[in-house]
Nanobody
Framework: QVQVVESGGGLVQAGGSLRLSCTAS????????MGWFRQAPGKEREGVSC????????YYEDSVKGRFTISRDNAKNTLYLQMNSLKPEDTAMYYC?????????????????WGQGTQVTVSS
């Protein structure tokens, strides 16, 4: 049974940092491209960042470029998202997802496995 579990969310002041982690079990982690998505109340889920199966290729949504860094440790079956210079508009539920392709995509519809999410709240 595949399980995807996010952690690391919380409440932080604007300008602060958080590091999200996502651990996947029940699958061959290095076969999957991985992505981070977020969804704010009343808004559609959007792609934040993603990384190819071996980490050689990454994608960032324009609003997080230069502030967020995605990485993965295939030996630990873990995905990370380092978030710096956080802004109130980054407030959302953040989800981790796995895509059974080598390369990643910013489209949520192509991801097969999803976690339950971790809440990130940035106060002004």
């Amino acid at each position: 049974q595949v399980q995807v579990v996010e952690s690391g969310g919380g409440l932080v002041q604007a300008g602060g940092s958080l590091r999200l982690s996502c651990t996947a079990s029940g699958l061959s982690f290095d076969v999957y491209a991985m992505g981070w998505f977020r969804q704010a109340p009343g808004k559609e889920r959007e792609g934040v960042s993603c990384i190819s199966r071996y980490g050689g290729s990454t994608y960032y949504e324009d609003s997080v470029k230069g502030r967020f860094t995605i990485s993965r440790d295939n030996a630990k079956n873990t995905l990370y998202l380092q978030m710096n210079s956080l802004k109130p508009e980054d407030t959302a539920m953040y989800y981790c997802a796995a895509r059974s392709f080598s390369l990643c995509s910013g489209s949520p519809s192509s991801y097969k496995y999803w976690g339950q999410g971790t809440q990130v709240t940035v106060s002004s």
